[in-house]
Structures are given as structure tokens and as C-alpha cells.
């Protein structure tokens, strides 16, 4: 009978939020398999696990009652379902995703949106792209594709950093779950107000496709899944726009190769790759199997860590640096399986299509002045949190 992965007692929570990427690195070296104390979870350090696991749901289920997702969403949303019932929640939101729909719809106002927004930016100051660029963007093109332009970019924003936090409240403390109420209640309101257009002016939004279908899910699962869009649809374009605007503005050679060849949805690429916007996912065990000879057993909750497998040694060379022109950018920021991001093609057009060439228009000359003032967080999620730039 195979052992039980090694225990480790001394990593924190904190260093993983800190500054995950050393801790990986060793993980990957001397236990590529290992029992995190700290998380309470089995993490997977390298890529072949990582996505063994995701592509194999039969053993590796979506559906873990242990994690405080449910609570903090008021519902068990898509993400946290498999097989037949996952595709069909997962179907009933894909007309809104459709490449046609993206094209036509979606695109040509994230681009009115992404003008607008980088017009209003002050020339040769300082600010904090996060604060007043990055998340409001997202947010605004959000709102549109989901079908609900009413809500604000700060509603948006704050409806989507409560629910993540919910979802992340591992320690069940009753203040992160009580935030997630208050954004659960605004959304819910707003929908209830909106539903009567929506079903008289069906259009290509992703609430109105999921109202009109012709066989529709449950009301309160169309909710929990435009909850789950504005929880995952935000934030990770936001960090993926900072990470990579952080990884050109460092490495100024390759910016200029960038600019001259227009290579932007490649610099995309490889920001997520680099710094993985989602770092890891959990799915519980439902049966004793095995990994690189240690046993898993049924019940147990594996975390695979994309971040750190999207540096592997075995799949990249070079993997902690940024870099556009690498031969090898296979990542696996949007996951892989049957949960494989339904908002890859909104994202990667959103920000490398549109507002990385749109910001470097008009500023060409940006800069961060002191990289030591980019305030880097998070272990689940993870981007710069402050990144001031002067824009030029
Ligand atoms: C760079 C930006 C993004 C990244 C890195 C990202 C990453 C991910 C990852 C890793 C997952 C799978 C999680 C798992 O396996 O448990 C996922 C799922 C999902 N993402 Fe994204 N995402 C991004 C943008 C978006 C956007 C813009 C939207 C919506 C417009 C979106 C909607 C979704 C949805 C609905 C799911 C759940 C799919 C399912 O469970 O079947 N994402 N995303």
C-alpha cells in the first residue's frame, strides 16, 4: 500500500500570500506532492498533475461540500458541479460566449469602454493603475456581457472582491460571509428588477440567454452563475492587464519588440503565464488512487497550484522569468477539463487585443517609477495590488 504524501508544517498562509514562488520551487523539487497543513489540502506542484487532475473529474470532483463557496454564494453555482449537471449550467450561459457574439457584441463596446476609460487617465502623473484603470474596465465590460448595465463599475467591484473573499473564507469567520450577503442582496435585486425586459427584449446578454432559453435552468441557479461570472470575470482580467503591464514596463527590450510587432495578445499570454490571475483550484477525492507513488485518499481535498505549474521545470525553461519571446508559453492559467474558463476569449480580447495597445497609444513612454512601491498579494488569486505608473 503506497504512503501518504510528506506533511509540511512549516508553511504559512501568510508566506504563500507573501510571495508564493520560492515555496513552489522547492515543493517542485523535494515533494511535488505534499500535505500543506496550513491549507488544510494536498498541494500539486507540477504541471502533469495539475492537469491530470482537472481532466479527470470522475476521480477528482468539482463538488466539495468542505469549502465555504456555497455559503458565501447562497447556492452551489456551476464551478462546483460535475458531469451532466455541470454541462448543462455551463451550456445555458454559452450563447452570451459564442465567438460570433463576442465579435459583434462584446468587442466593439470593451473597445468604446477602454477608450473612454483611458482618455479620462491624467498625463505625466503618477497613479495606481489598479485603483483607477484595471478592475473598473473589467467591470464595465462585465456588466454589459452578463446583462446588467445598471449596476456601477463600484458595485461591480465590490460584489466581486465580496464573493471571492466568501468563497476564500477557509477560517469561516462571520465578517468575509457577511459581506457576501450584502453583494448577494444587491445582486439579487437588481436581477429581480430586471428580468421583466430582459424576457420582453430577449438580447445576447448571458442573463437574457439563460431566462429565454427553451428548456431554462432553475431561477436560482441562473443567479448563483452570473454570481460565479462576476466572482471570477473581473478580477482576473484586472490582474492579468497589471501583471502583464508590470512584466513590459520591467523588461523595456522586450516592450519595444512588443509595440514593434504588435505581439500584445502574446504579452498576454505570457503575463498569466508568469503570474497565474486564478493560482489554484481544490477537488475532492472521491475514491483512494494514487499520485507519483503516494497514496490520495477518498475524502482527501487536492489544491492544484497552476501558479507553480505553469513554471515547471519539466514544461518551461527559464519559468520565473517574464518573458514574451519564450517558445514554450503552455500554461494552464484558464485550467483545463470540463471547468476550462468560459471567459478565455472575452479576456484574452479585452485585455490583449484591446487595452494593452489602447494604454500604450496613448502613453508610450509609461513607466514605474520605483518597483519596490508594486505591492504584490495573494495565494488563491494573485496580482499586484498597487501599481502606480507614470503615465507619459
Ligand atoms: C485572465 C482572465 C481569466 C483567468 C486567468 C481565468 C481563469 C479561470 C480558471 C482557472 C477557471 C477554472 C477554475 C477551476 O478549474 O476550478 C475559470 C473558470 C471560469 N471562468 Fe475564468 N478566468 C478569466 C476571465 C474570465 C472572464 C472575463 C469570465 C467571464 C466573462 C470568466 C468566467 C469563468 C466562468 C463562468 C468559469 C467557470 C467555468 C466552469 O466551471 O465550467 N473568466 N476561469
New binding site residues.
Partial sequence: MAELAPLDETITLEDLDRDPFPIYRRLRAEAPVCRVKAAGRTLLTKAADTKYV?DHPEIFS?DDPNTPMKRAFWAH???R?DGEA?LR??MA?APA?APKVIQTEWMPRYQKIAEDYVARLPKGEVVDLFAVLSGAY?AR??AI??GMEEASDEDMMEWSQALIEGAGNFGWRDAPFERADRANEGIHALLDRLQDRHRAEPNPS?FSAMLNADDPIEEKQIYS?IK??IG???N??R??LNTTLYGLLTNPDQLEEVKRKGDWVKA?EEG?RWV???SA???LVTEDTEIRGHLIPKGDTVM?I?ASANRDEDVVSDGEAFNVYRTDCLH?????????????H???R??GVIMLPALFDRFPNMTIPDTDAVIWRGFGFRGPVEIPVLLQ
Fill in positions: 482537472k468539482s453555482t456551476l464551478m458541479k455541470h449550467e455551463r450561459m460566449f473589467a465590460g462585465l456581457l452578463l448571458a452563475n460565479i461570472a471570477g470575470g473581473i482576473e482580467p490582474d492579468a498576454f498569466i497565474a490571475p486564478i483550484s481544490s477537488r492544484t497552476q494552464q492559467s484558464f485550467g483545463n477539463g470540463p471547468h476550462f474558463c468560459q471567459g478565455t472575452v479576456a484574452r479585452a485585455v
